[in-house]
């Protein structure tokens, strides 16, 4: 249920493209206490963007889950900023995190709704 989406400016090889969407998965499960079975990441590379007004090393990240309470975003932020940082070499200063809680019977999974 819970799904995070990475977007950012620079080029990723495949396997490092990869290499973030496997990590943050096990993170974001970690993070939420949630089965790292139901978490979906996706990692968009080279996309045009600008932050400040400037196209410096930047990511864009969605985090949306059932549950998701706010009393934990900050440190779901410092771990993926440092996650993120890790993997792509982009400031934590340049990364945006959006964070919503998803209603159940706003979340669609197997035909159904939770």
């Known amino acids: 249920m819970p799904f995070l989406k990475i977007q950012t400016n620079q080029a990723l090889s495949e396997a ?4 973030l969407a496997a990590r943050s998965s096990a993170l ?3 993070q939420l206490g949630k089965p790292e079975r139901y978490v ?5 590379t080279n996309t045009a963007m600008q932050f400040a007004g ?9 985090l949306k889950s059932i549950g998701l309470p ?3 975003t900050a440190d779901v932020s410092h771990a993926l900023c440092d996650l993120v940082a890790a993997e792509t070499g982009i ?11 998803a209603p159940r019977r706003m979340w669609g999974w197997n035909g159904a709704t939770f």
Do not use: G, H, W
């Not at 934590?92 to 809680?101: G, L, M, N």
């Open 28 to 30: 974001v499960a970690e």
């Open 16 to 19: 490092d493209s990869k290499s």
């Open 70 to 72: 706010e009393s934990i």
């Open 40 to 44: 979906m990441t996706s990692v968009e």
């Open 54 to 62: 400037n196209d410096a090393p930047l990511a864009y990240l969605e």
């Open 91 to 101: 400031s934590p200063e340049r990364i945006y995190i959006e964070f919503a809680d």
